[in-house]
């Protein structure tokens, strides 16, 4: 019987890291994810590691990208207003084609707004974590099990597409604790860091990181290739998970702890003979488009459950592509929904259809 660790969410995020091979990490503290940088601190030296809390967010985002350019798996860790100052140094990663994992446990905003856990930054983390044309993978855990797993898949998929990874997750889960088993972990074919600038011995040519091109078709060429690999991710990179669709007349779409709530909500209208179903996204770059589409084939009406004003409704949307209703429930500011909010709102749409 495997092991399991009874852990706080961000705790097993860091675990995870070390697990996976990750050998440095910069941070900067901000609630709710300090308690990463802290673990890092305590564990990275123990395994031959580097733990640095650097001066600020966009001095630990550059770090970040010097360890990755020397071919390291690296990690950094903040939440919202921390990751828009990552921001730059985040598109100069993906500009670099450079393998690293972002993680960002959510909190309440614009602004400082609060410390408690929100879903507001789905925009920054599918649409705008960077300028340029650029992508991030982004994962999206709903229990403490899939905060570790979903942080070795996202260092896997970071380097065999040689690109920035996210783990994109809110308050409630890094602080929440449930049991983890380390060894649960899947295991990837990984490729050798042949283009990594980690010193050559005159035993190969030099490596050059760089994401300036003076020559626009140059520049050009470059983005037409990195669209490739997207392109080749969201063909073989979807992930979600689905509860009660094959039958469904309503399809909440709901992810990370909203979806928990969700699945519940979705039993207790089975059990007021409700006709309704869960799609949860796992994966929110790439989204599960084409599996939202089967569904509204099938589907009466679908439901966008969030911990927002509603930012994943517009990918629903454009998934179901005008053959059923999409809806949208919400709670903000740090609120989070409950069951029998989400569940009301099922049946008010189940009365309108």
């Known amino acids: 019987m495997a092991k399991k660790v009874l852990m706080k969410g961000n705790e097993a995020i860091a675990e995870a ?12 503290p901000i609630t709710p994810q300090t308690e990463i940088s802290e673990y890092m601190a305590k564990r990275m030296p123990k395994v031959g590691g580097l733990c640095l809390q650097a001066e600020s967010e966009v001095a630990a985002i550059n770090m970040t990208m010097g360890a990755a350019a020397a071919g390291s798996r690296v990690m950094t860790s903040s939440s919202s207003p921390g990751i828009s100052l990552k921001s730059e140094g985040i598109s100069y990663i993906a500009g670099c084609d450079l393998p690293c994992l972002i993680v960002n446990v959510q909190r309440g905003g614009p602004g400082l707004g609060g410390i408690q856990p929100s879903q507001a930054d789905y925009y920054q983390a599918t649409r705008g974590v960077g300028h340029g044309d650029m992508r991030l993978i982004v994962l999206a855990p709903s229990s403490v099990q899939e905060m570790a797993s979903l942080t070795a898949e ?8 040689r690109m920035p990874a996210m783990l994109l997750a809110d308050g409630a889960l890094g602080q ?4 983890v088993d380390f060894s649960a972990f899947p295991k990837r074919e990984l490729p050798e860091k042949t283009w990594a600038a980690n010193g050559h011995g005159d035993a190969r040519g030099k490596n050059i990181v760089n994401s300036l091109y003076i020559d626009p078709k140059v520049l050009e060429d470059s983005v037409v290739e990195r669209y490739k690999r997207y392109a080749e991710i969201e063909a073989k990179e979807v992930k979600y998970e689905e509860y009660m669709t094959e039958d469904a007349d309503i399809v909440i779409v709901a992810y990370g702890i909203t979806a928990r709530i969700a699945k519940s909500a979705v039993n207790a209208a089975r059990e007021d003979g409700i006709k309704a179903g869960l799609l949860r996204p796992i994966t929110l770059w790439p989204f599960p488009k084409a599996k939202i589409a089967e569904l509204a084939d099938r589907a009466k009406a679908f439901m966008s459950v969030e911990m927002s004003m509603g930012q994943m409704i517009d990918d629903v949307k454009l998934a179901v592509n005008g053959k059923r209703p999409v809806t949208f429930y919400g709670r903000t500011g740090g609120m989070i929904p409950s069951v029998e909010e989400i569940a009301k709102e099922i049946s008010a749409l189940a009365e309108s259809l």
């Open 154 to 161: 996202a260092f896997d998929l970071a380097d065999i597409y």
């Open 176 to 179: 929440m604790m449930e049991p």
């Open 17 to 28: 890291a070390i697990a996976s091979g990750c050998l440095h990490f910069f941070g900067y």
